[in-house]
């Protein structure tokens, strides 16, 4: 019943909530919101859960290597996204996804080695991503049905990566882990509703993110055989959004919209949608 719960309400709630806070604050901050193990975490849990704790840090050491294969998918969707729609750009973050996790699947590292393999794909994926051009543009509020489909599709995307983890084995269920589960769901919106800068705002956000990621799965992987399942999500958890507060507060760069610059926006584009 807790794995279910976990399952259910965690992952969709937290895409629903990264897409609320990048609605408010701009697309950077969403993506540092976003590049929280928001996915990632839940399903090393019900690995934690359903397979006890020795599977679940052998996994959170393949998610680390698989961080290098979500930020791929990141770059080709971010380098893609200004000649092709979004479902091509999707398709082809995904095969390069699924590249680069059979190239991890043969390796067996220690977590320390599997970490700095993470910061230094992230570091790599940063200069090779584009930069947005211009500044942000008002936006439309998005229709009713935006939150319930985001939400929806990270919960199919969930059940698939858990159901299948236990004939996987834990280094190849970890390396699944941090499939783009909520980095699709976000890019793939952004991308269709605001354009190819916002998506790219998003991006850059989420990859200096990952970060946090990383510092997640490294610390569950060496406290699983000794801390019970709690102490060490928990030990986890707390880590990971220290080291996201501190990105969020030296996000104030230029490209970096400030909240109340954020509100001017939305608020040009509300009075020129009464104005029409």
């Given at each position: 019943m807790t794995t279910l719960a976990v399952k259910l309400l965690l992952a969709p709630s937290f895409v629903v909530c990264a897409s609320l806070v990048a609605r408010r604050y701009g697309p950077r901050i969403g993506g540092l919101v976003g590049g929280l193990p928001v996915v990632a975490g839940p399903i090393l849990l019900v690995y934690a859960l359903d397979h006890g704790r020795a599977f679940a840090a052998d996994a959170a050491t393949g998610t680390l290597l698989g961080v290098v294969s979500l930020a791929a998918f990141v770059v080709v969707y971010g380098r893609l996204a200004g000649r092709y729609f979004w479902g091509a750009c999707m398709l082809a973050g995904w095969l390069m996804f699924g590249a680069?996790?059979?190239?991890?699947?043969?390796?067996?590292?220690?977590?320390?080695?599997?970490?700095?393999?993470?910061?230094?794909?992230?570091?790599?994926?940063?200069?090779?991503?584009?930069?947005?051009?211009?500044d942000p543009q008002p936006y439309d509020p998005p229709p009713a049905w935006d939150l319930p489909l985001r939400a929806g599709c990270a919960l199919v995307l969930v059940l698939a990566l858990t159901g299948v983890a236990g004939w996987l084995g834990p280094r190849l269920s970890g390396?699944?882990?941090?499939?783009?589960?909520?980095?699709?769901?976000?890019?793939?919106?952004?991308?269709a509703q605001r354009g190819t800068d916002e998506l790219l705002r998003l991006l850059r956000g989420m990859l200096s993110g990952f970060g946090a990621f990383a510092l997640f799965c490294f610390t569950l992987a060496v406290t699983l055989p000794s801390l019970?399942?709690?102490?060490?999500?928990?030990?986890?958890?707390?880590?990971?959004?220290?080291?996201?507060?501190?990105?969020?507060?030296?996000?104030?760069?230029?490209?970096?919209?400030?909240?109340?610059?954020?509100?001017r926006i939305r608020s040009r584009s509300s009075a020129k949608r009464v104005a029409s």
């Amino acid at each position: 019943m807790t794995t279910l719960a976990v399952k259910l309400l965690l992952a969709p709630s937290f895409v629903v909530c990264a897409s609320l806070v990048a609605r408010r604050y701009g697309p950077r901050i969403g993506g540092l919101v976003g590049g929280l193990p928001v996915v990632a975490g839940p399903i090393l849990l019900v690995y934690a859960l359903d397979h006890g704790r020795a599977f679940a840090a052998d996994a959170a050491t393949g998610t680390l290597l698989g961080v290098v294969s979500l930020a791929a998918f990141v770059v080709v969707y971010g380098r893609l996204a200004g000649r092709y729609f979004w479902g091509a750009c999707m398709l082809a973050g995904w095969l390069m996804f699924g590249a680069a996790t059979v190239a991890f699947s043969a390796l067996s590292v220690s977590p320390i080695v599997a970490l700095g393999f993470a910061i230094t794909g992230l570091v790599v994926a940063l200069a090779w991503l584009p930069r947005a051009h211009g500044d942000p543009q008002p936006y439309d509020p998005p229709p009713a049905w935006d939150l319930p489909l985001r939400a929806g599709c990270a919960l199919v995307l969930v059940l698939a990566l858990t159901g299948v983890a236990g004939w996987l084995g834990p280094r190849l269920s970890g390396l699944l882990a941090p499939f783009p589960v909520i980095t699709t769901v976000l890019a793939t919106f952004t991308h269709a509703q605001r354009g190819t800068d916002e998506l790219l705002r998003l991006l850059r956000g989420m990859l200096s993110g990952f970060g946090a990621f990383a510092l997640f799965c490294f610390t569950l992987a060496v406290t699983l055989p000794s801390l019970d399942i709690a102490a060490s999500f928990g030990l986890a958890t707390t880590l990971a959004l220290l080291a996201q507060a501190a990105m969020i507060a030296l996000s104030a760069q230029p490209g970096t919209l400030s909240r109340a610059s954020w509100w001017r926006i939305r608020s040009r584009s509300s009075a020129k949608r009464v104005a029409s």
